[in-house]
């Protein structure tokens, strides 16, 4: 089935991720777990216990805003990239999203289908 985001998301997304399931606007964007924030078994993704409503808690992943998508009925962005922050973020979870982000804005970046780390490797850094 074809849920509008491409595959992209299902590398980029953590296991857990609303997104690898439901198309855009179908579940909010958070900047980072709550205290009712869960992972439920049945629906296979997180979501929140007080409302049930499906969460991702990872907008850099996703290249979505933080928003209440589906909870409020937000209209979604008209591009659905969002720019990376200058600073990396303090919540060492959200370092990997970031790098992900940071690399796809930068100029001469391979498309954003494309996988743009998997040519990182431990041997790729090192100095000749």
């Known amino acids: 089935m074809d849920l509008g985001h491409g595959d992209r998301w ?18 909010d964007v958070l900047d980072r777990p709550g205290p009712a924030s869960r992972y439920d078994p049945a629906a296979g993704y997180r979501t929140n216990a007080t409302t049930g409503l499906p969460e991702c808690v990872h907008p850099t992943r996703v290249q979505l805003p933080a928003c209440l998508y589906a909870s409020n009925h937000e209209p979604l962005p008209e591009a659905t990239g969002c720019p990376s922050p200058a600073e990396p973020p303090d919540d060492l979870a959200q370092l990997e999203g970031w790098f992900g982000a940071t690399i796809d804005a930068a100029p001469g970046a391979p498309p954003s289908g494309e996988n743009n780390t998997a040519a990182i490797s431990p041997d790729t850094m090192r100095p000749s």
Do not use: M, Q
Request: proline residues 17%.
């Open 10 to 27: 299902r590398l980029d997304t953590c296991p857990a991720c609303p997104a690898k399931a439901l198309p855009i606007g179908e579940f």
